[in-house]
Nanobody, 123 residues
Framework: QVQLVESGGGLVQAGGSLRLSCAVS????????MGWFRQTPVKGRELVAA????????LYSDSVKGRFTISRDSAKNTVYLQMNVLKPEDTAVYYC????????????????WGQGTQVTVSS
């Protein structure tokens, strides 16, 4: 059974940092793209960062570029999202997802999803 399990969310003050983790299991993700999404009732779902499981360049949305960093540790089967200089508008449920096609992630689609972790940034 494939599982993506997020952790690391919480409450932080504006300007602070959090690191989200996504532990994956159940299959090999070689050839997959790993993405971090966030979702709010008002803004909907947004892909904030993506990276190939095999490595290579990462992609970021304009809203987080320069503040967030996505990385993966293949030995630990874990994908991370380091979030710095957090803003109240970063408040959302953050989801980890995996798909073989980056285009599908860009469209908000994925073969596999985690359960989400809440990030709340207070002003």
């Amino acid at each position: 059974q494939v599982q993506l399990v997020e952790s690391g969310g919480g409450l932080v003050q504006a300007g602070g940092s959090l690191r989200l983790s996504c532990a994956v299991s159940g299959r090999t993700f070689s050839g997959y793209f790993m993405g971090w999404f966030r979702q709010t009732p008002v803004k909907g779902r947004e892909l904030v960062a993506a990276i190939s499981w095999s490595g290579g360049s990462a992609l970021y949305s304009d809203s987080v570029k320069g503040r967030f960093t996505i990385s993966r540790d293949s030995a630990k089967n874990t994908v991370y999202l380091q979030m710095n200089v957090l803003k109240p508008e970063d408040t959302a449920v953050y989801y980890c997802a995996a798909d073989p096609a980056l285009l599908r992630l860009n469209r908000g689609l994925a073969d596999y999803w985690g359960q989400g972790t809440q990030v709340t940034v207070s002003s």
